[in-house]
């Protein structure tokens, strides 16, 4: 495998290039691009095409290579596969919003989680990534939000953040795996994107389904990002039908912590809720989790709490057997909440013409390698 340039100390890039022939100044350069989230060496255009040739043929520049990358027809949603060093691939979404640039990136490759609608855990876990690994989605990201404006050679990433001027603004912790099952490379990744990216530490949301003591170290490290709780149903006989990790966290155990969390903080609390249906033997389609009376039980569940409620419409996968449920229906959940006092919104659909849904597009891509 060729060595990875982003991952090397400034003196390490040094003696590598020293190595090479070329001049101490050079490291400085390719430095320089590295951080700008450079593909690879084609585009250092201020370096020797010579040494370009060179650097080709020794090393990749980041730990991440595009495998594909699938655009929206709204343009407001780019999805990224990407290949790490050992081949293994994981997934990062651009999503292009009124409020700012937002990166969903994976922290495993592959899950371990066994969530019964989800595309992700379909082929296992594979490792957990590197503090690296997910820090270079975030390059790949903002790499393409400068080639749409066309900068991408003319300036650097500030020290202090350039989140408002057109480049990453936001990051979820929401892709492929369980962030809290790779909580000390998630950490450093946040510490990371807050101190050389400027982004705040508002702007940061971690997702878990509900990893008891992965919340607590959140609470031990102390930093103000949001929390996002995968719940999926408002009961542990509903939760553990389709979530594996309820028989070992249950709701009462995750949402104490969850509060806990958002007490410190003063935070609200992200509720990730999504709506299920199936098809009965006759081919009908009958509502899962999101009947008028789970509506009631979550209602009654989250009384009282600073949260608000993501309602997302089931993305279809081809290997499970839930169905979309209706408008009518998805509308009526929500009705419900709000009617109930809980704050509840209906996520917009973003890339759905591209399989946006976690981990569709890396389980896609190895369907068709086989």
């Keep these: 495998m060729k060595p990875i340039l982003f991952n090397f100390t400034d003196g390490e890039l040094e003696k590598f290039i020293t190595d090479m022939g070329q001049p101490r100044f050079r490291a400085k350069q390719i430095r320089e691009w590295l951080n700008r989230g450079a593909p690879d060496f084609s585009v250092m255009k201020n370096l020797p095409d010579a040494l370009r040739h060179d650097l080709d043929a020794a090393a990749q520049t980041l730990p991440v290579k595009i495998v594909k990358k699938l655009q929206s027809s709204d343009g407001e949603t780019t999805k990224f596969l990407l290949e790490l060093n050992d081949c293994e691939q994981i997934e990062c979404v651009l999503m292009r919003t009124t409020y700012g640039n937002s990166v969903c990136v994976s922290s495993q490759a592959g899950c371990a989680m066994g969530c019964r609608f989800c595309a992700s855990t379909l082929l296992g876990l594979k490792r957990n990534l590197t503090v690296n690994e997910i820090f270079s989605q975030i390059l790949v990201a903002q790499w393409e939000l400068r080639c749409d404006r066309d900068v991408a050679r003319e300036r650097p ?14 990051i979820v912790v929401m892709g492929t795996g369980e962030p809290l099952q790779n909580t000390e490379n998630v950490i450093g990744f946040c510490e990371r994107a807050n101190r050389d990216m400027g982004i705040g530490w508002r702007r940061i949301t971690i997702s878990t389904c509900g990893i008891v003591p992965g919340i607590r170290e959140l609470i031990a490290w102390g930093r103000p990002i949001n929390l996002a709780i995968s719940l999926h149903a408002p009961t542990d006989e509903l939760r553990g039908q389709i979530m594996p990790i309820n028989n070992k966290y249950k709701l009462a155990d995750v949402l104490a912590a969850a509060d806990e969390f958002t007490a410190l903080h003063n935070r609200q609390l992200m509720i990730e809720y999504i709506l299920l249906a199936r098809k009965n033997a006759n081919g009908d389609v009958e509502l899962f989790n999101c009947t008028s009376e789970y509506a009631e039980k979550l209602s009654e569940l989250l009384r009282g709490k600073n949260c608000m409620v993501n309602l997302i419409p089931w993305n279809a996968v081809d290997e499970r057997d839930f169905a979309s449920p ?9 009705d419900i909440l709000i009617k109930n006092g809980i704050h509840a919104r209906i996520r917009r659909e973003r890339g759905s013409d591209i399989g946006s849904a976690c981990g569709q ?3 896609g891509n190895k369907k068709h390698v086989e």
């Design 157 to 170: 990433i500030r020290a202090n953040g350039d989140a408002n001027n057109g480049d990453v603004s936001h």
């Design 326 to 334: 209706s408008g009518n229906a998805v509308h009526r959940f929500q």
């Design 361 to 363: 597009l890396r389980l």
